[in-house]
């Protein structure tokens, strides 16, 4: 009773773990001691996965706890790393099927780490079961440990089976089906509450707690009997010469158990009757284990224990009691009390489990960090933007109104101290040539990274195209998920990188149009004083207004300006000073409420540290508007105390394009090296998705050629020709195996009936006189001979043909008769000898006998007896 079920392992590829993961941390975290420690302990991970797949594993629990540890870090290092976009390809063999000589094992291959996960959870259930088989059961230690094991598998088992396909997204290996592990979380199961029917024995329980377990135990295996006999989910292998007969066997000894206990009980309740029914009813059922199943258990002593009762009881019973014996049907259902339960599968399963990820948030924190972020830089861009326009709408107002070159320009002969300033700072940041060189090289930067993301596309087209037409080849054979469904967020993607380089393709062409339209009065900025000087227009002098009322007016209103420019400077530095982490309250909002609301968080942190700011800012664009009013309305004033005429009016219409120059210089050199350090940003943005297709398409590539393989070799397991209906005359030829190749049609040769022409045969030779005997019948036996002639086969049991018999003969001196198959000398259903006889002169084989012949046989001479007997 000592037979119990153990699962074998799965076995997996080797696959490199330090390449994707390292690249991903590279490119994640910038150079340091914290990526320093990550790469390290990518290496780690890697070695934890060799200890656990990449060799044989003892059976021992030392092996279960290296299996335990990196089921627990998949699940810790899974919400950590992007797995779908590393395209880590993970191939698993069936743990059932053996395969063939020719096509090799059943395997899988996904680029899924739920897949993995799945596989190694499988490895922990298997080998829980192996390591419970190995336990002693004699002491109460070994029992302890096989009923925790057992219900370990059973977990495992289940947990599989509610997971399995929401994890792998297609249809599993038979192994991992959720039939298959049902039923074998039903077994583990069953044998758990066996082991704990042994600890009761031992322990010397109740008679009617055994009994009630017994039968919970017998019940679980009739369970997993049904489940096995009716489903079909194991392999055929496994299921039909290890799994249903044990099962079997099981449920009759554990019933017969239940049953012996119970008619222990029935003895001390004074119910004899019942308790010879019952043991009658245990003798059934462990005969029935012993006749059906005895290769695999050993009933022997159960069944020596139940007869020395039943003999005893039946014997006190026909003394002493006479009660009668009631039938199996009228007896009382047994209990059931059920002590096991599939252990659940809750992370961490090891007790001694470090994660060595432990400081690396999940990828939900790091993409709320990131949307985080993104956040933040909408919030500063806004910001620092309405300052930046209010400074362009202050320069567009003051250019127009000539200010403050017009209070410089009263003598109407010299350059205003504030175009000389402007044109120093014009030549200072290089001038023409500079913005003329930066508007170059911008082409050059967008065709750049337009190659790139056309290629980084054109690898996901021709690949998503193969795919597409090996679907259509080899249509459901081709299992693997469609490539343009796994694209889809590469394409998204780089619809999104496609429509970023359009818009900079349009803010390029704005920004030259604007070039275009200054560049005239921006090389006139970069030229000496003197040119400069002869450049603008003479005017007469205006009469004296320097210390008119309306001139200190305008002075102090543009003082004030400038004293709003420089605070907006200074808050535009605060703004973009402000640093925050959110990584802190996302990781504890993930760990209270299991998921993260990024949008309300960071848009509470915001309106924290960006909320004074923003007031700020709009005092500072409400204070610039009243100056703005104010300004205009004092210019109205000045120019009218200005004398007017066509010189000055030409000489302040250059002033103002003077102005407005270096105002449109300083911004389209800015937007031009921001544009410059997006190109440059794009590209490295863009390389980084352009290796993440090449590893993607190069993982669908690896995953096809693997397809392919196990296509090829299925296909070559397949039969060769249909099968077909096999014509009457081959009845007795066995059929063929189904799925196997069809067998060539084999000639039957078959016995045909008495025929009136015969072929004729060569006459018999010389021989002695004592064989020649006509008047011997053919069961006479015949006389020895002097010669030495080799044995003859015996006649017995073969039925006469059609025709007078014939005298047996023992062949030719050193003759051998032939096999009748290909013997063309054979009449009817006889292996016939020839005949003894053969004319004086004759050669040894003649040709055929004269058509004028009545019978074609040789006939006999006429001086001696006739060779048939007569009627």
Request: hydrophobic share 35%; net charge negative; proline share 7%.
């Amino acid at each position: 009773m000592a037979t119990f079920i153990s699962v074998p392992l799965k076995k997996s590829s080797e696959v490199d773990l330090v390449k994707p993961l390292s690249k991903f941390v590279t490119a994640t975290y910038p150079p340091g001691e914290e990526q320093a420690e990550y790469l390290r302990v990518v290496e780690e991970l890697n070695k934890l996965r060799k200890s656990a797949l990449g060799r044989p594993l003892d059976k021992h629990e030392s092996s279960l706890e290296i299996l335990l540890r990196y089921y627990d870090q998949l699940c810790a290092i899974e919400p950590k790393f992007p797995f779908p976009e590393l395209c880590l390809t993970f191939t698993w063999k069936d743990a059932f099927d053996k395969g063939s000589l020719f096509g090799g094992s059943v395997k899988l291959a996904l680029a899924s780490l739920g897949y993995e996960k799945t596989c190694v959870l499988f490895n922990v259930g298997a080998l829980a079961s192996q390591i419970a088989s190995e336990q002693n059961l004699d002491n109460d230690e070994g029992l302890k440990s096989a009923a925790k094991f057992y219900q370990l598998a059973s977990g495992a088992f289940a947990h599989i089976k509610d997971t399995v396909l929401s994890a792998l997204n297609r249809e599993p290996t038979m192994d991992i089906s959720p039939e298959t592990v049902g039923t074998l979380s039903q077994i583990m199961l069953s044998q758990a509450q066996e082991v704990f029917v042994l600890k009761a024995t031992a322990d010397k329980m109740k008679d009617a707690i055994i009994a009630k377990l017994a039968n919970q135990a017998a019940d679980y295996y009739g369970d997993a009997f049904k489940q096995c006999q009716y489903k079909e989910n194991l392999p055929k292998y496994f299921y039909f010469q290890e799994v249903l007969p044990v099962l079997a066997a099981k449920h009759c000894m554990m019933q017969a158990t239940a049953e012996m206990h119970q008619s222990a009980l029935a003895n001390q309740k004074k119910k004899f009757g019942e308790e010879i029914a019952r043991l009658q009813h245990a003798t059934e059922l462990v005969k029935t284990a012993a006749s059906r199943y005895d290769e695999y258990v050993n009933v022997k002593d159960l069944t020596d224990k139940i007869n020395r009762a039943l003999t005893a009881a039946k014997k006190d019973n026909d003394f002493i009691y006479h009660d009668r014996v009631p039938e199996v049907k009228d007896l009382e259902h047994i209990g059931k009390a059920s002590l096991v339960k599939a252990t659940a599968v809750q992370t961490p399963l090891s007790q001694k489990f470090t994660d060595l990820f432990e400081k690396m948030v999940p990828m939900a924190v790091q993409q709320s960090v990131s949307a985080a972020n993104s956040r933040k830089s909408d919030t500063v861009n806004r910001l620092v933007g309405s300052l930046r326009e209010a400074t362009n709408l202050c320069n567009g107002v003051l250019a127009s109104l000539n200010l403050p070159a017009a209070l410089e320009d009263l003598s109407g002969d010299s350059v205003p101290q504030s175009i000389l300033e402007k044109s120093r700072a014009v030549i200072q940041q290089g001038g023409l040539q500079s913005i003329e060189q930066l508007i170059k090289d911008l082409p050059e930067l967008l065709q750049r990274n337009s190659e790139i993301l056309d290629e980084s596309l054109k690898m996901l087209d021709d690949e998503e195209s193969t795919d597409n037409e090996l679907r259509a080849k080899f249509n459901q054979r081709w299992s693997r998920t469609p490539s343009g469904d796994l694209y889809k967020p590469l394409r998204a993607e780089g619809i999104n990188f496609r429509c970023i380089l359009d818009k900079a393709v349009q803010a390029d062409q704005v920004v030259k149009e604007r070039y275009n339209a200054h560049c005239e009065m921006i090389a006139l900025l970069c030229k000496p004083e003197n040119e400069l000087c002869a450049a603008i227009p003479s005017a007469n002098p205006a009469k004296t207004l320097q210390g008119s009322e309306v001139v200190n007016v305008l002075r102090a209103q543009l003082a004030q300006l400038d004293e709003v420019k420089r605070e907006r400077d200074i808050l535009e530095g605060e703004i973009k000073s402000v640093t925050f982490d959110m990584t802190t309250k996302f990781l504890t909002a993930l760990a209270q409420d299991g998921a993260i609301n990024e949008e309300a968080l960071t848009s509470s942190e915001l309106d924290t540290r960006y909320g004074t700011h923003t007031q700020r800012v709009q005092q500072n664009l409400r204070r610039q508007e009243e100056l703005l009013s104010q300004i205009q309305v004092s210019h109205q004033e000045f120019s009218a105390l200005k004398q007017s005429n066509y010189e000055a009016n030409n000489r302040e219409e250059v002033l103002k394009k003077l102005a407005a120059a270096h105002d449109s210089y300083i911004e389209i050199s800015c937007n031009i090296k921001e544009g410059t350090k997006f190109y440059n940003d794009l590209t490295e943005i863009l390389l980084k998705f352009q290796n993440k297709c090449s590893d993607i398409v190069f993982a669908r590539k690896t995953e096809r050629d693997e397809l392919l393989k196990e296509l090829q070799q299925s296909i070559a397991r397949e039969p060769s020709a249909p099968s077909f209906s096999i014509p009457s005359y081959q009845s007795n030829t066995p059929a063929p195996a189904a799925g196997g190749p069809t067998p060539a049609p084999k000639t039957v040769f078959q016995q045909p009936q008495a025929k009136a022409q015969p072929p004729a045969r060569p006459p018999p030779p010389n021989i002695t006189s004592q064989a020649a005997s006509a008047s011997v019948p053919v069961s006479t036996p015949m006389p020895p001979s002097s010669t030495n002639l080799p044995p003859v086969a015996p006649t017995t049991g073969l039925s006469q043909a059609q025709g007078p018999p014939y005298p047996t003969y023992q062949g030719y001196p050193g003759y051998y008769q032939m096999p009748m198959a290909y013997n063309p000398y054979t009449y009817g259903q006889f292996n016939m000898p020839y005949a003894p006889y053969q004319a004086q002169g004759q050669a040894g084989y003649p040709g055929a006998p004269p058509a004028q012949q009545p019978y074609p046989y040789p006939q006999q001479p006429p001086q001696q007896q006739p060779y048939y007997p007569q009627q």
